[in-house]
């Protein structure tokens, strides 16, 4: 059973940066494409970044490219994704997820394992 715990969120001023990491444990971290995606309250969750096994291929939600950047860590099997020129409509619950079978990565039913979410918000 793999688990995902993520750190990073905070409170950040619009136009500013942050990071958020995901730490994988308890499986073999390279078998896993991973992603994040982020919910509001009342809203469904939505795509964010997703990054296959290799680390070769990175997918963007369009609202975010160009702004954000997901990276893959295999020897310390961390997940991390880096937030530039925040707007307050970044603000929401984050979560990072992982998906053994692969497939549609834009799409949760490819996640069999997700973390805790770690809240993002930014002030105008």
């Known amino acids: 059973q793999v688990q995902l715990v993520s750190s990073g969120g905070g409170l950040v001023q619009a136009g500013g940066s942050l990071t958020l990491s995901c730490l994988v444990s308890?499986?073999?971290?390279?078998?896993?494409?991973m992603a994040w995606f982020r919910q509001t309250p009342g809203k469904e969750r939505e795509f964010v970044a997703a990054?296959?096994?290799?680390?070769?291929?990175?997918y963007y939600a369009s609202n975010v490219k160009f702004r954000f950047t997901i990276s893959r860590d295999n020897a310390k099997n961390t997940v991390s994704l880096q937030m530039t020129s925040l707007k307050p409509e970044d603000t929401a619950a984050y979560y990072c997820?992982?998906?053994?079978?692969?497939?549609?990565?834009?799409?949760?039913?490819?996640?069999?394992?997700w973390g805790q979410g770690t809240q993002v918000t930014v002030s105008s």
């Open positions: 997820a992982a998906s053994r079978l692969g497939g549609n990565l834009r799409g949760q039913s490819a996640y069999d394992t």
């Open positions: 990054i296959t096994r290799s680390g070769l291929s990175t």
């Open positions: 308890g499986q073999t971290f390279s078998n896993y494409d």
